[in-house]
């Protein structure tokens, strides 16, 4: 079985312990890891500009003594050719061992997975999954608190696209006696199946409106931008831009060992005349996401057996309600979902819908 990491919610504790122990031992002595992955080849396939995920899996792997194909640019790519998902993963697992792919559409890792023959890593699925930011971001959260349970975390911003912070929740909520403080408008307010996941693993969360009334009962702060690229309208956005920004008086109202994260790039969310505070741990995250990745690749193409659990897989033609689906653009796809709660849920973006229930043309 290929160990696909397209969503951490998948992974064991042990698993998770494993990766955040192994990136501890690398950021002690990076030396004796310098040619853990001589021979090896990554493809980064980035369907979507990055900066920090494509460079830090690219360092990763170069760290560890492998080497690195791919684009960033599609266009460059026989993408622009049209060539399909199926083909290019195809093609680039004979050449790779291990490919880290970004993408737009939501659920486009898992549907690249079922065509490859190497590991395929999510490296960020449209406004969907985010799971190497939340291996950084646990990494961070183990190094700088201590601990990643009884943590108070506030997330704020763009609550609804932020995959960075569907990603965390979803794995954070498994850790004892954490309690979420969701800081966003209503437009950008988390979506119901991550409320749904927090409410099953009976995780105390609160909707608040601003980030005064947060700021003091919270351990962690997780700031996100709002994600221009995910709206419909320049007009939307604007609406939503500057809501929510850090400046030296809110941080005064937090805790003196409070930690202030972002996944980044920032805009506007966060002053740079706090970015010296020693709270602000977000240039530091970024680093610590290197030596994540350096762990995940490591373990990864060391065989590590992650445990996923497949449940019941049930075809329905009609296809998924979300027009963000891999499945509408690369629609060889077979349109599978899994039954929960009356409800199916797309086994590739996680939308839930109704049996019976189509996407509605525009
Ligand atoms: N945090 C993050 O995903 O940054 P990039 O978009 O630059 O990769």
Do not use: W
Not at 30 to 52: D, Q
Not at 66 to 95: A, Q
Not at 117 to 132: F, K, M
């Amino acid at each position: 079985m290929l160990n696909h990491i397209i969503d951490l919610e998948l992974l064991s504790f042990s698993d998770l312990q494993e990766i955040v122990q192994l990136a501890g031992k690398i950021m002690k002595n990076p030396e004796n890891y310098s040619e853990a992955c001589k021979g090896k080849i990554l493809g980064t396939l980035f369907y979507e500009p990055s900066t920090r995920t494509k460079m830090s899996f690219q360092t990763a792997m170069l760290r560890l003594g492998g080497s690195v194909i791919g684009f960033d640019n599609p266009s460059n790519s026989s993408v622009s050719k049209g060539e399909s998902l199926k083909d290019t993963i195809k093609i680039v697992s004979g050449y790779a061992d291990i490919i880290a792919m970004r993408h737009p559409l939501e659920g486009s890792a898992k549907g690249a997975s079922k065509y490859s023959s190497v590991p395929i890593i999510n490296a960020g699925d449209g406004g969907h999954l985010h799971p190497t930011q939340t291996l950084t971001d646990i990494v961070t959260l183990h190094n700088e608190k201590g601990r990643l349970n009884h943590l108070t975390i506030g997330l704020c911003g763009d609550l609804k696209n932020g995959r960075t912070v569907h990603s965390l929740i979803k794995t954070m909520s498994h850790f004892e006696g954490n309690k979420f403080v969701l800081i966003s408008t209503k437009e950008l307010g988390i979506p119901k199946y991550i409320k749904d996941i927090m409410q099953e693993q009976n995780c105390e969360y609160v909707e608040v409106p601003t980030l005064q009334e947060a700021m003091p009962q919270l351990d962690v702060l997780y700031m996100t931008r709002i994600q221009r690229e995910r709206f419909a309208s320049m007009e939307e956005y604007e609406a939503q831009k500057g809501v929510f920004v850090l400046d030296r008086e809110k941080l005064s109202l937090g805790k003196e060992d409070l930690k202030v994260l972002h996944p980044l790039p920032r805009v506007d969310e966060i002053a740079e005349n706090i970015d010296d505070d020693p709270r602000c741990v977000y240039f530091k995250q970024a680093i610590y996401g290197m030596y994540a990745r350096m762990a995940l690749i490591l373990l990864t193409l060391q065989g590590a057996k992650y445990s996923y659990s497949r449940g019941k897989i049930i075809i329905d033609n009609s296809g998924c309600v979300n027009p963000k689906c891999i499945t509408h653009t690369e629609p060889y796809m077979p349109k599978e979902f899994k039954e929960k709660g009356g409800y199916l849920v797309c086994e590739y973006c996680d939308t839930a819908k109704k049996p019976g229930e189509k996407l509605k043309e525009k």
